[in-house]
């Protein structure tokens, strides 16, 4: 293997466009390593545009998918070892990776998949590879109340957590109790909703290189699931009515600015429809991005900076991205 470059040891999970300044080349081609103690591979040269909702992105240069708690310190283990940073990707809903790729390891937290519903309590604890939409649909059924409006968000649990997912009036903080992260050293923390510092679509997590591993939420059991669940419906079907779906997109690609909307900026400077390559703003709601078949992360994100220059020379003000950024792309 043949690799040059000078990276941050992790990749943080709130790093939005902030363009890496090196350059990689990977030449480690078809190989796969089995972790120690386990039946879990580390792959190279993976394609990672098919594990996000752009679907756009170059390879990475070593991925893992560990399905256990021991498979992921494993994998940590391994990336320390070769002194490798380390990628987080978790439904890839949220997310923009360079058409270069990414160096060292990336790990996929889609398998963390497990959920406990506590009668007694009224508590959920899910693992971070846990779809969102499948949680809220699970807690419906079973009459228990609290996220309903979570039903839409194309992610797994762990990025709920992670920046606070919100629809509807509701969001992640509101519900959650604790978190379970696995910290740089291998060792695992529970950190209570106070200590994540939530705000508005944001946490302490996004700054710090720990991994949520599995989060416990507090709902309300004893409501009417066939109410309930035609409820989450209803949210479901709002949301579609009302963002476009029919295309790639990652959803809601920018942060709204206090008292504004983002997407009714973006309208107001007519840039709806506006198109560079094969990205595009939507018609249907201008805060988000579309891959109209042949789009590349170089174009979204030039579409992007595009965006914030336009806003901000008409009204002063600074888009901030709520999409994760990754990847070295050259500014614009």
């Not at 594990?51 to 990475?60: D, E, I, K, N, Q």
């Not at 997109?249 to 840039?271: D, H, M, T």
């Not at 094969?278 to 992360?297: D, E, K």
Request: proline share 7%.
């Amino acid at each position: 293997m043949t690799l040059s470059y000078d990276p941050p040891k992790v990749a943080a999970p709130g790093s939005n466009l902030t363009p890496l300044s090196c350059q990689f080349v990977f030449s480690n081609p078809d190989t796969q390593i089995r972790l120690p103690r386990t039946d879990c591979l580390v792959k190279s040269n993976i394609p990672l545009a098919h594990l996000t909702s752009f679907r756009v992105g170059g390879p990475a240069e070593w991925y893992v998918a560990p399905s256990s708690l021991e498979e992921l310190q494993a994998s940590f283990e391994w990336a320390k070892a070769k002194d490798l940073p380390i990628t987080f990707l978790g439904a890839g809903s949220n997310l923009l990776i360079s058409d270069r790729g990414l160096p060292g390891l990336v790990v996929g937290t889609r398998r963390l998949r497990q959920s406990n519903f506590d009668t007694r309590t009224g508590q959920v604890t899910v693992g971070a590879g846990e779809p969102l939409p499948r949680l809220a649909w699970q807690a419906a059924e079973r009459g228990w109340r609290g996220l309903e409006w979570a039903v839409g968000i194309p992610g797994t649990v762990g990025g709920a957590v992670v920046m606070n997912a919100g629809a509807h009036g509701g969001c992640t903080a509101d519900h959650l109790v604790s978190a379970e992260v696995l910290m740089p050293n291998g060792m695992i923390k529970t950190l209570t909703t106070a200590e994540l510092g939530y705000a508005y679509r944001t946490s302490i997590l996004q700054g710090k290189n720990w991994t949520v591993t599995q989060a416990t939420f507090q709902l309300k059991p004893g409501d009417d699931p066939a109410l309930l669940t035609a409820e989450t419906s209803n949210h479901l079907n709002h949301r579609r009515s009302t963002q476009p779906y029919h295309m790639p997109s990652c959803g809601s690609v920018f942060r709204n600015p206090g008292q504004y909307k983002a997407g009714w900026l973006i309208e107001q400077v007519g840039l709806k429809g506006y198109q560079i390559g094969g990205a595009q703003v939507a018609q249907r709601h201008a805060n988000f991005i579309l891959n109209c078949g042949s789009a590349t992360a170089t174009d979204i994100f030039q579409l992007i900076r595009h965006i914030q220059q336009e806003v901000d020379r008409q009204w002063r003000l600074r888009l901030e991205p709520e999409v994760r950024i990754l990847g070295e792309f050259q500014p614009i």
